[in-house]
């Protein structure tokens, strides 16, 4: 596709539930971040995959997140049993590699109620 | 780890007059100075980036100064226009595209350009 793409754009879900954010990286890139952005705050890094492999996931807040990225393409964030602190908008980019920019994704916005 | 802070929060400023923004870094290892621009609803769109090696860069009206010694970097926008509204962030990293560590970012500045 022509940009980093995220479905879905929202997702609502109650305390305690799975849910799954999607990313789709621009062809080609074989670096992938996931960030989390709350309400008038920068982004803060989750994980780094280079390729299949998560390169750094030191930014997971806890054991409830986890992310894959089974094929070194589409990545999957998952977390499990939501708590209403982890409302925010996760955002995704890619790169080609380590020495060229970084593009975002529009995000998904999660809501935990 | 890295530390990034960014000021002013929120910058009003009228239209045609220059905008500075000004962050400041902790981690003598980082390298690579990008800075975002986000609107609503959207993810972060880059509008220029910095590497260590160089002081200052310039696109079209925004330039970027890098000042490793006292590691502050500082974005001017001059001639500002109603579409330059949005909020800005600074970033810093070990390398372009994050490296290892991913960005880290400071929180924001909302500015305004008045008509």
């Known amino acids: 596709g022509a940009g980093v793409s995220q479905t879905p754009s929202n997702k609502v879900t109650e305390k305690g539930k799975y849910v799954e954010l999607r990313c789709d990286p621009i062809?080609?890139?074989?670096?992938l971040y996931w960030y989390r952005q709350s309400l008038g705050q920068g982004p803060e890094f989750l994980i780094y995959f280079q390729g299949t492999g998560a390169a750094d996931d030191s930014g997971l807040p806890n054991d409830r997140f986890f992310a894959v990225r089974p094929e070194g393409s589409v990545s999957t964030l998952k977390i499990q049993r939501t708590e209403r602190g982890d409302s925010a908008v996760y955002l995704c980019?890619?790169?080609?590699?380590?020495?060229?920019?970084?593009?975002f994704g529009q995000g998904t916005r999660l809501t935990v109620v | 780890g890295e530390n990034v802070e960014q000021h002013p929060s929120t910058l009003s400023v009228q239209e045609g007059d220059s905008a500075v923004i000004k962050c400041t870094y902790s981690d003598s290892a980082s390298n690579y100075f990008p800075w975002y621009k986000q609107e609503l609803g959207k993810g972060p769109q880059l509008i220029i980036d910095?590497?260590?090696?160089?002081g200052e860069k310039k696109d079209q009206r925004i330039a970027v100064t890098l000042n490793k010694t006292a590691k502050h970097f500082s974005l001017h926008i001059t001639e500002t226009q109603p579409e330059d509204s949005a909020v800005y962030f600074c970033?810093?990293?070990?390398?372009?595209?994050?490296?290892?560590?991913?960005?880290?970012f400071g929180k924001g500045t909302h500015l305004i350009i008045q008509p």
């Open positions: 970033a810093a990293s070990k390398g372009a595209g994050g490296g290892a560590d991913g960005l880290t």
């Open positions: 980019a890619s790169s080609a590699g380590m020495n060229t920019e970084a593009f």
């Open positions: 062809s080609g890139h074989t670096a």
């Open positions: 910095i590497r260590s090696n160089v």
